[in-house]
């Protein structure tokens, strides 16, 4: 799986590693885990052990990485049946232990005493409008847009970032603000201490290089980027309708062995990192980009799986999902959607159009297989995670029927579609979630 993590010469040019490796695992593992690396002298105790957005634990460990017969040892012996990965905690957080003085309480310390020596009189005010949380990329800084919003701080120069910066150990510093609404997912990054807004980032043995300023990079995706990464995609032709920089083209090719991908990005900005990670991480050869709008793209009748990695909602993509999966055996498309959820609030039974009903004229599989994972089958065949809230599985239900009846559409013959599986990503706000639904989609006879 070629799971080997290492740090990167950007984070030591602070004269530190900033970079933290870490086992992550299911949450019911978690405790033999640690009992094993601490026995092994494996265990970092200078850092938390941190949970992932998904609900999965990341346990630091010492070193660059972390040896394949450790890895297979947690797996197979520890907690058999058990997942793991490696992975590199962004910003990782200080043990109790290893607290002296949290970061937090470093830039507050800092920034008031320069703050004062200028003569300005420091408040509660400015104390609230600090950062509390930030994205570290190596010696790259990510702000988020709710901090030095006080009007104060305008006034006191670019002497401020490079104390901000010394502050936190960091070189460079860059403001997140809005996500912009054109389409592309550029963010609107301001880059206020530094040259240029490049960095790296690893993830699962994958380097990812990109501009902060003008590409989107989401910490939040791993637990996905590791699952894609695990499935089998050999001799597959896949395509990935919102590639970015490559966050899930690159795992499709580095780890799941897929033949050959066909890469749609139309930010140009993304398109220069693209091309590059595909060169440093060596699958350039089997990837195609076709840079422009996807909803124009010329492919048809050639993926095995479709990827449409797209929120809040991929839903301008399904047409085109439709026409490039093969008419001889299908395919299965990888759906990302933001699906709202009320807790309490009554749902109403779903409302079916006529061509929608006649995707049921096709009746499913009937079976009730226990599966590893605790999941089970209901009566139509579908995947449930034991987690599955009613809201996604109800969503899901109503993209399977909507892709069943646009595939008839575009293919002009019946279709069947069939939920394999229904994985949360992350909470992407109070209520909402961002989920991802594998559909399996085939011609029927």
């Known amino acids: 799986m070629g799971e080997n993590v290492v740090v990167s010469n950007m984070e030591r040019e602070s004269g530190k590693p900033v970079a933290v490796v870490a086992v992550v695992t299911e949450p019911r593992f978690t405790q033999r885990y640690r009992e094993y690396l601490e026995r092994q002298k494996l265990f970092d105790t200078q850092h938390r052990v941190e949970k992932m957005p998904d609900g999965w634990v990341a346990l630091p460990v010492l070193g660059e990485t972390l040896p394949e017969q450790h890895l297979q040892e947690l797996r197979n012996r520890v907690a058999p049946g058990s997942a793991c990965m490696l992975t590199r905690l962004p910003d990782p957080v200080p043990s109790k232990r290893a607290q002296g003085c949290s970061p937090a ?52 120069g670019p002497e401020l970032w490079e104390t901000v910066a010394s502050a936190l150990g960091v070189q460079r510093l860059a403001k997140r603000g809005r996500v912009s609404p054109d389409g592309t997912r550029t963010p609107a990054v301001t880059l206020l201490l530094g040259d240029h807004g490049w960095v790296e980032h690893v993830d699962n043995g994958i380097l990812y290089k990109f501009d902060v300023t003008q590409c989107m990079f989401s910490f939040g995706n791993i637990t996905e980027k590791l699952r894609v990464a695990s499935l089998s995609c050999a001799g597959e032709v896949l395509v990935d309708l919102y590639a970015g920089i490559g966050y899930f083209t690159l795992p499709f090719l580095v780890h799941a062995g897929a033949a050959f991908v066909h890469a749609c990005e139309w930010n140009p900005h993304a398109v220069v990192a693209l091309r590059n990670n595909l060169e440093i991480n060596g699958v350039a050869d089997r990837c195609q980009i076709h840079f422009g709008d996807n909803r124009k793209l010329k492919l048809s009748n050639i993926a095995d799986r479709v990827i449409l990695g797209l929120i809040p909602s991929s839903e301008e993509g399904w047409p085109i999902a439709c026409q490039v999966l093969r008419q001889d055996a299908g395919g299965i498309l990888h759906i990302h959607q933001n699906v709202e959820s009320f807790p309490g609030k009554n ?45 996604w599985q109800r969503w899901a239900e109503s993209a399977e029927t909507r892709i069943a009846t646009l595939l008839q559409q575009v293919h002009g013959k019946p279709w069947k579609t069939q939920i394999l599986h229904i994985q949360p990503v992350k909470s992407y706000a109070p209520h909402v979630d961002h989920i991802v639904l594998d559909l399996e989609c085939c011609p029927c006879p």
């Open 347 to 391: 749902l109403q039974p779903l409302e079916v159009s006529k061509t929608e009903k006649e995707h049921w004229l096709y009746p499913q599989q009937i079976t009730t297989n226990q599966w590893k994972n605790g999941a089970t089958r209901d009566t139509r065949g579908k995947m449930l995670s034991p987690a599955t809230k009613p809201e």
């Open 105 to 156: 309480q470093k830039l507050c310390l800092e920034v008031s005493r320069w703050v004062e020596g200028r003569g300005v009189k420091w408040s509660a005010e400015l104390e609230a409008d600090l950062p509390r949380s930030w994205q570290r990329h190596g010696n790259l800084l990510l702000l988020s847009e709710d901090c030095f919003q006080a009007n104060q701080w305008k006034n006191l």
